[in-house]
T-cell receptor, first 110, second 114 residues
Framework: RKEVEQDPGPFNVPEGATVAFNCTYS??????FFWYRQDCRKEPKLLMS???SGNEDGRFTAQLNRASQYISLLIRDSKLSDSATYLC???????????FGAGTRLAVHP | NAGVMQNPRHLVRRRGQEARLRCSPM?????VYWYRQLPEEGLKFMVY????????ESGMPKERFSAEFPKEGPSILRIQQVVRGDSAAYFC????????????FGPGTRLTVT
Protein backbone atom coordinates (compact mmCIF):
# COMPACT_ATOMS: atom_id res chain seq x y z
CA ARG A 1 0.00 0.00 0.00
CA LYS A 2 1.34 3.44 -0.90
CA GLU A 3 2.04 5.76 1.99
CA VAL A 4 0.09 8.60 0.37
CA GLU A 5 -2.86 7.70 -1.84
CA GLN A 6 -4.75 9.96 -4.23
CA ASP A 7 -7.36 9.45 -6.90
CA PRO A 8 -5.37 9.97 -10.13
CA GLY A 9 -8.34 11.49 -11.96
CA PRO A 10 -8.52 13.14 -14.37
CA PHE A 11 -11.17 15.48 -13.14
CA ASN A 12 -12.68 17.31 -16.10
CA VAL A 13 -14.72 20.31 -14.94
CA PRO A 14 -16.12 23.45 -16.57
CA GLU A 15 -14.93 26.89 -15.61
CA GLY A 16 -16.62 28.10 -12.46
CA ALA A 17 -17.14 24.63 -11.01
CA THR A 18 -16.19 23.59 -7.51
CA VAL A 19 -13.97 20.53 -7.32
CA ALA A 20 -12.67 18.56 -4.34
CA PHE A 21 -9.64 16.30 -4.09
CA ASN A 22 -9.04 13.76 -1.36
CA CYS A 23 -5.94 12.12 -0.06
CA THR A 24 -5.20 9.52 2.61
CA TYR A 25 -1.91 8.79 4.34
CA SER A 26 -0.94 5.65 6.19
CA UNK A 27 1.76 6.75 8.63
CA UNK A 28 0.23 8.24 11.76
CA UNK A 29 3.62 9.75 12.67
CA UNK A 30 3.33 12.19 9.76
CA UNK A 31 3.73 15.71 11.03
CA UNK A 32 3.12 18.24 8.31
CA PHE A 33 0.94 18.23 5.26
CA PHE A 34 0.96 20.17 2.04
CA TRP A 35 -0.67 20.49 -1.33
CA TYR A 36 1.69 21.12 -4.22
CA ARG A 37 0.76 21.92 -7.78
CA GLN A 38 2.70 20.57 -10.74
CA ASP A 39 2.23 21.80 -14.28
CA CYS A 40 3.17 19.54 -17.15
CA ARG A 41 6.93 18.91 -17.21
CA LYS A 42 7.58 21.57 -14.57
CA GLU A 43 8.70 21.46 -10.97
CA PRO A 44 6.21 21.09 -8.10
CA LYS A 45 5.23 24.37 -6.48
CA LEU A 46 3.86 24.72 -3.00
CA LEU A 47 0.17 25.60 -3.11
CA MET A 48 -0.59 25.60 0.58
CA SER A 49 0.12 23.97 3.90
CA UNK A 50 -2.69 22.02 5.55
CA UNK A 51 -3.70 22.42 9.19
CA UNK A 52 -6.17 20.58 11.39
CA SER A 53 -8.13 23.77 11.86
CA GLY A 54 -8.50 24.09 8.11
CA ASN A 55 -7.09 26.91 6.10
CA GLU A 56 -8.19 28.98 3.18
CA ASP A 57 -6.29 30.91 0.56
CA GLY A 58 -8.58 32.69 -1.84
CA ARG A 59 -10.48 30.06 -3.81
CA PHE A 60 -8.58 27.21 -2.19
CA THR A 61 -9.50 25.51 1.07
CA ALA A 62 -7.49 22.71 2.65
CA GLN A 63 -8.53 20.46 5.50
CA LEU A 64 -6.79 17.82 7.60
CA ASN A 65 -8.45 15.08 9.63
CA ARG A 66 -5.77 13.43 11.74
CA ALA A 67 -8.10 10.82 13.21
CA SER A 68 -9.03 9.55 9.75
CA GLN A 69 -5.60 10.35 8.24
CA TYR A 70 -7.34 12.22 5.48
CA ILE A 71 -6.51 15.46 3.67
CA SER A 72 -8.67 17.41 1.28
CA LEU A 73 -8.40 20.32 -1.12
CA LEU A 74 -11.38 22.29 -2.36
CA ILE A 75 -11.14 24.62 -5.34
CA ARG A 76 -14.02 27.02 -5.87
CA ASP A 77 -14.83 28.93 -9.06
CA SER A 78 -12.34 26.94 -11.15
CA LYS A 79 -10.27 28.82 -13.71
CA LEU A 80 -8.64 27.50 -16.86
CA SER A 81 -5.30 28.25 -15.21
CA ASP A 82 -6.09 25.79 -12.42
CA SER A 83 -5.51 22.92 -14.86
CA ALA A 84 -2.58 20.99 -13.42
CA THR A 85 -1.71 17.97 -11.31
CA TYR A 86 -2.29 18.43 -7.59
CA LEU A 87 0.07 16.57 -5.31
CA CYS A 88 -0.78 15.59 -1.76
CA UNK A 89 2.42 15.68 0.28
CA UNK A 90 3.27 14.48 3.77
CA UNK A 91 6.33 15.40 5.83
CA UNK A 92 7.74 13.11 8.48
CA UNK A 93 9.85 14.84 11.05
CA UNK A 94 13.12 13.18 11.92
CA UNK A 95 13.44 12.09 8.32
CA UNK A 96 13.16 15.50 6.73
CA UNK A 97 11.73 14.12 3.55
CA UNK A 98 8.54 14.76 1.70
CA UNK A 99 6.39 11.80 0.73
CA PHE A 100 4.42 12.54 -2.42
CA GLY A 101 1.19 11.11 -3.65
CA ALA A 102 1.08 10.29 -7.34
CA GLY A 103 -1.13 13.32 -7.97
CA THR A 104 -4.62 14.11 -9.15
CA ARG A 105 -5.00 15.63 -12.59
CA LEU A 106 -7.43 18.49 -13.05
CA ALA A 107 -8.54 19.77 -16.44
CA VAL A 108 -10.73 22.87 -16.46
CA HIS A 109 -12.47 23.53 -19.77
CA PRO A 110 -14.32 26.59 -21.10
CA ASN B 1 16.82 36.49 -5.39
CA ALA B 2 17.51 33.34 -7.36
CA GLY B 3 15.58 30.21 -6.55
CA VAL B 4 16.92 26.69 -6.66
CA MET B 5 19.03 26.24 -9.77
CA GLN B 6 19.65 23.02 -11.58
CA ASN B 7 21.74 22.25 -14.59
CA PRO B 8 21.69 20.97 -17.14
CA ARG B 9 17.96 21.20 -17.78
CA HIS B 10 18.14 18.40 -20.31
CA LEU B 11 20.75 15.69 -20.52
CA VAL B 12 21.04 12.90 -23.05
CA ARG B 13 23.35 10.00 -22.35
CA ARG B 14 23.97 6.69 -24.07
CA ARG B 15 23.75 3.51 -22.05
CA GLY B 16 26.90 2.98 -20.02
CA GLN B 17 27.86 6.63 -19.80
CA GLU B 18 27.90 8.74 -16.66
CA ALA B 19 25.42 11.47 -15.82
CA ARG B 20 26.18 14.39 -13.50
CA LEU B 21 23.35 16.57 -12.30
CA ARG B 22 23.99 19.79 -10.40
CA CYS B 23 21.90 21.69 -7.91
CA SER B 24 22.52 25.05 -6.26
CA PRO B 25 20.14 25.67 -3.34
CA MET B 26 18.38 28.92 -2.63
CA UNK B 27 20.44 31.53 -0.84
CA UNK B 28 20.39 30.86 2.88
CA UNK B 29 19.36 27.23 2.47
CA UNK B 30 21.77 24.60 3.73
CA UNK B 31 19.66 21.49 3.17
CA VAL B 32 19.33 19.80 -0.19
CA TYR B 33 17.05 16.97 -1.29
CA TRP B 34 16.98 15.00 -4.51
CA TYR B 35 13.80 13.45 -5.91
CA ARG B 36 13.17 11.38 -9.01
CA GLN B 37 10.01 11.39 -11.07
CA LEU B 38 9.52 8.58 -13.54
CA PRO B 39 7.09 9.18 -16.43
CA GLU B 40 3.46 9.23 -15.24
CA GLU B 41 4.49 8.69 -11.62
CA GLY B 42 4.85 10.78 -8.48
CA LEU B 43 8.08 12.13 -7.06
CA LYS B 44 10.16 9.70 -5.04
CA PHE B 45 12.66 10.80 -2.41
CA MET B 46 16.24 9.78 -3.12
CA VAL B 47 18.64 11.53 -0.74
CA TYR B 48 18.91 14.32 1.80
CA UNK B 49 22.18 16.19 2.29
CA UNK B 50 23.65 18.99 4.28
CA UNK B 51 27.01 20.53 3.57
CA UNK B 52 29.59 17.71 3.49
CA UNK B 53 27.11 15.25 5.03
CA UNK B 54 24.66 12.70 3.70
CA UNK B 55 21.83 12.63 6.21
CA UNK B 56 19.47 10.13 4.61
CA GLU B 57 20.09 8.14 1.45
CA SER B 58 17.35 5.59 1.98
CA GLY B 59 15.80 6.32 -1.42
CA MET B 60 18.99 5.91 -3.43
CA PRO B 61 19.48 2.76 -5.51
CA LYS B 62 22.24 0.71 -3.96
CA GLU B 63 24.46 0.74 -7.03
CA ARG B 64 25.57 3.32 -9.58
CA PHE B 65 24.02 6.32 -7.78
CA SER B 66 25.87 8.69 -5.48
CA ALA B 67 25.36 12.22 -4.20
CA GLU B 68 27.46 14.87 -2.55
CA PHE B 69 27.12 18.40 -1.28
CA PRO B 70 30.64 19.79 -0.84
CA LYS B 71 31.62 22.71 1.34
CA GLU B 72 31.94 24.85 -1.76
CA GLY B 73 29.88 24.50 -4.89
CA PRO B 74 26.66 22.81 -5.87
CA SER B 75 25.25 19.47 -4.84
CA ILE B 76 25.97 16.75 -7.40
CA LEU B 77 23.89 13.67 -8.17
CA ARG B 78 26.01 11.21 -10.08
CA ILE B 79 24.72 8.21 -11.99
CA GLN B 80 27.32 5.82 -13.33
CA GLN B 81 26.78 3.43 -16.23
CA VAL B 82 23.31 4.75 -16.97
CA VAL B 83 20.58 2.40 -18.19
CA ARG B 84 17.30 3.17 -19.99
CA GLY B 85 15.39 2.84 -16.71
CA ASP B 86 17.27 5.86 -15.34
CA SER B 87 15.43 8.11 -17.80
CA ALA B 88 13.40 10.43 -15.59
CA ALA B 89 13.10 13.96 -14.28
CA TYR B 90 15.41 14.60 -11.35
CA PHE B 91 14.34 17.42 -9.06
CA CYS B 92 16.37 19.08 -6.40
CA UNK B 93 14.79 20.94 -3.48
CA UNK B 94 16.25 23.04 -0.71
CA UNK B 95 15.14 24.27 2.68
CA UNK B 96 16.46 26.05 5.72
CA UNK B 97 16.18 22.70 7.49
CA UNK B 98 14.41 23.90 10.59
CA UNK B 99 12.04 20.95 10.60
CA UNK B 100 8.72 20.66 8.82
CA UNK B 101 9.48 23.71 6.77
CA UNK B 102 8.80 24.22 3.14
CA UNK B 103 11.01 22.79 0.45
CA UNK B 104 11.46 24.75 -2.73
CA PHE B 105 12.08 22.92 -5.94
CA GLY B 106 14.38 23.61 -8.84
CA PRO B 107 13.22 23.27 -12.46
CA GLY B 108 14.60 19.74 -12.71
CA THR B 109 16.96 17.91 -15.02
CA ARG B 110 15.36 15.66 -17.61
CA LEU B 111 17.65 12.73 -18.23
CA THR B 112 17.15 10.67 -21.34
CA VAL B 113 19.16 7.51 -21.81
CA THR B 114 19.33 6.27 -25.37
Amino acid sequence: RKEVEQDPGPFNVPEGATVAFNCTYSNSASQSFFWYRQDCRKEPKLLMSVYSSGNEDGRFTAQLNRASQYISLLIRDSKLSDSATYLCVVFRGGYNKLIFGAGTRLAVHP
Amino acid sequence: NAGVMQNPRHLVRRRGQEARLRCSPMKGHSHVYWYRQLPEEGLKFMVYLQKENIIDESGMPKERFSAEFPKEGPSILRIQQVVRGDSAAYFCASSTGTGGDEQYFGPGTRLTVT
